[in-house]
């Protein structure tokens, strides 16, 4: 499978000034007498996030795709269509009604957002969010492998707990826990309810990744001598048995230019701290000073050694997360933020620290901050576009002028650019 084909074709089509170009969906690779099908040309990906590719470099053709019905949840199915819709300019071959007068709209569907903007980038990772209480593992596994191949491997995942009872209606499967007042004050009591959510996640998110490992390295073999397109000694059947779910593999998708997808995680107390010791490459805490930065890094590093994990073979990365409020002019930051305030009628609160300021008063506080151990920041700007753009045009060049942030991209990559090896299959067999 190769993004690259997907797009020649669908440039082709629109080319000849056809209609749409159709996808289907598989959900198994092909099988001949119990064993995996080793002259199917064989690969699938997950077709709305390769249209959502192709839209960004299509301008008229119509992309339609069919959806499994029995394994993938109705509201998802709606929702993903309706991004995909919204991301072609009107060319889905189906679409939700979408009754807003406004053009503040609501969520779309993160993953074929970052499938749409892989071919419009070269360099930049992409880390969409997706819930993994609702939404079935095997999809899940398959759409970020697919955005891996579509973006060649800047492909991120932040696994989503989903803890309100509006977003479990959507679904109707299942219920979540209730929530008090006082449990959602207290970081550490919004997590004791939401233990076993947690512990659901971490399973999805290793049946993921037994699904990425499935294909070595070198499965698709292509030879015309023989007919063969794959190794079938190097696609591994899975079995993940997990309390609430079991997988099946292979996946029908190949081995991902990174191998693994770069796994994120936001984690406040210490439930979210052992979900990342356990799942995650990075972990996004959320310390309001310096005091708070160090004490949270003392407790990722303890749920590290209760989970057992060896950070030789798997380094975890602590990034910081930061609300910025940026101008040149001294004080103008925080005037334009108090503005905000009063025509909110409330003073901003959240989760993470708050900054108001210069990009010289913040390079001076990020390198404070990253003394205290932290590996990097994740920054949230203020209001769009006005803070996005003054971080890249005024904190950039600030920290590049300290010679302490690139000047050039090293790495083409993700996990290169955070300095995180490619690992190998754990299916491959030693030397």
């Known amino acids: 499978m190769s993004i690259d084909s997907f797009i020649r074709l669908a440039q082709a089509v629109e080319r000849g000034k056809f209609d749409f170009f159709f996808l289907a969906e598989g959900l198994r690779l092909r099988e001949h007498k119990g064993q995996v099908y080793d002259l199917d040309i064989a690969g699938r990906p997950e077709n709305l996030t390769v249209l959502s590719a192709l839209a960004a470099v299509t301008t008229h053709l119509g992309l339609a795709a069919t959806v499994n019905a029995t394994f993938n949840e109705p509201y998802e199915v709606a929702r993903r269509f309706a991004t995909l819709d919204r991301l072609s300019g009107g060319r889905a071959a189906f679409h939700r009604p979408d009754d807003r007068t406004d053009e503040v709209r609501g969520s779309i569907d993160a993953v074929l957002l970052a499938a749409h903007l892989a071919p419009l980038t070269t360099h930049i990772g992409l880390v969409p969010t997706t819930n993994v209480t609702h939404t079935e593992p095997f999809h899940l596994a398959i759409g970020i492998a697919t955005l891996d191949h579509a973006s060649r491997g800047r492909a991120g ?6 803890s309100r009872a509006a977003d479990s209606a959507h679904f ?7 929530l008090t007042a006082d449990d959602v004050t207290d970081s550490e009591l919004i997590s004791q309810p939401l233990r ?5 996640g971490a399973e999805v998110v290793e049946a993921a990744r037994q699904l990425w490992d499935s294909w070595e390295d070198g499965a698709e073999i292509r030879d015309t001598a023989t007919g063969r397109f794959l190794d079938r000694d190097k696609v591994h059947h899975i079995d993940f048995q997990g309390t609430n779910f079991s997988v099946k593999g292979p996946s029908i998708t190949p081995r991902t230019p990174q191998g693994q997808p770069l796994v994120v995680s936001l984690a406040h107390a210490t439930t979210p701290y052992e979900f990342a010791a356990l799942s995650s490459d990075v972990v996004a805490v959320t310390p309001h000073d310096r005091a708070g930065a160090a004490s949270i890094l003392a407790q990722v590093a ?3 050694v209760r989970t057992g994990r060896d950070l030789t073979d798997r380094p975890l990365r602590t990034f910081a997360d930061l609300i910025v409020f940026l101008d040149d002019e001294p004080g103008a930051a925080a005037l334009r933020k108090a503005r905000l305030d009063e025509v909110a009628g409330a003073e901003l609160a959240s989760d993470a620290e708050i900054f ?15 003394s205290t151990g932290l590996d990097g920041f994740r920054l949230r700007p203020g209001p769009l576009p006005h803070d996005l753009t003054a971080i890249t045009r005024g904190l950039v060049p600030e920290l590049q002028r300290r010679a302490v942030f690139r000047t050039e991209y090293a790495s ?4 290169g650019h955070l300095g995180l090896a490619r690992p190998a299959s754990r299916y491959a067999k030693a030397g």
């Open 302 to 304: 303890g749920a590290v």
């Open 412 to 415: 083409t990559t993700l996990r």
């Open 172 to 178: 109707g499967r299942r219920a979540t826990p209730q």
């Open 356 to 370: 108001t300021g210069t990009p010289a008063e913040l390079a001076d506080l990020l390198l404070d901050r990253r």
């Open 157 to 162: 995942w932040r696994p989503q707990i989903a």
């Open 196 to 200: 076993a959510l947690f512990a659901e």
